[in-house]
Nanobody, 124 residues
Framework: QVQLVESGGGSVQPGKSLRLSCAIS????????MGWFRQAPGKGREGVAE???????KYADSVKGRFTISKDNARNTLYLQMNSMNAEDTAMYYC??????????????????WGQGTQVTVSS
């Protein structure tokens, strides 16, 4: 059974950076499509970034040029580097995994395994 555990969330000021990590157990990050999603209070869960199994990377328009998704196969860990953060980035962030690769990009319904989430707050 694959399990995902996020870490690295916290409170930062606008313009600052954070790096989220997602440790995978019970499976290999190299064999899954992996994604980062977020959910702000009162809003639905939205896709932020994903790395599909065949290597394709997708970003939400709102984070392009600011966020970078990556994975370390040796450490079996997924990362999300978040730069130039703003208040609209405030949300609970989740990592997710699925065995397949879908062209339904950044759709949370595609993903089968979820972490518990880590809170990110951007405020002055």
């Amino acid at each position: 059974q694959v399990q995902l555990v996020e870490s690295g969330g916290g409170s930062v000021q606008p313009g600052k950076s954070l790096r989220l990590s997602c440790a995978i157990s019970g499976g290999r990050v190299s064999t899954y499509s992996m994604g980062w999603f977020r959910q702000a209070p009162g809003k639905g869960r939205e896709g932020v970034a994903e790395i599909l199994g065949h290597g394709t990377i997708k970003y939400a328009d709102s984070v392009k040029g600011r966020f970078t998704i990556s994975k370390d196969n040796a450490r079996n860990t997924l990362y999300l580097q978040m730069n130039s953060m703003n208040a609209e980035d405030t949300a609970m962030y989740y990592c997710a995994a699925v065995r397949t690769s879908s062209k339904d990009y950044l759709n949370p319904r595609v993903y089968k395994v979820w972490g518990q989430g880590t809170q990110v707050t951007v405020s002055s």
